[in-house]
């Protein structure tokens, strides 16, 4: 059995109509089968979708450093950098350079564990 965790992002822009925070979600996959999933109200309101998504593969990067712990208690060690996938080109740019210009100048630093 494949035991590569994968993870998969995804967010929606000021989707609260009550507070306009996005909403972010993520599941992982070990193999073939979701292991871990959630669906939650992001902590804070962001002002691009690109932030949005941004703060949900952080957010996914923080699970999956539990998860490779999980793993490895369990005798399963992760020893590769695990995938997160998300669907923004501008997101997945800026967590390759978080030293972005005007797109990244107003996210909390938090964010750039990714």
């Known amino acids: ?3 590569e965790l994968i993870g998969h992002t995804d967010s ?3 989707g609260s109509i009550d507070d306009m925070k996005s909403t972010s979600g993520y ?3 070990l193999g073939s089968r979701p292991v871990a999933w959630a669906s939650k109200k ?3 309101v ?3 979708s690109t932030e949005a998504e941004y703060v949900a593969a952080a ?3 923080c699970q999956t450093v539990w998860m490779r712990k999980v793993l490895e208690e369990l005798l399963h060690e992760q020893n590769e950098a ?3 996938f998300c669907d923004n080109m501008f997101a ?3 967590s390759k350079n978080h030293i972005f210009h005007k797109q990244s100048k107003h996210i909390d630093t938090r964010y750039h564990f990714i």
């Open 82 to 84: 695990k995938q997160i």
């Open 12 to 14: 929606d822009f000021a």
């Open 59 to 61: 957010i996914a990067a």
């Open 46 to 48: 962001t002002l691009t």
């Open 42 to 44: 992001q902590p804070n």
């Open 1 to 3: 059995m494949n035991f």
């Open 27 to 29: 599941v992982f996959n």
């Open 92 to 94: 997945i740019a800026l």
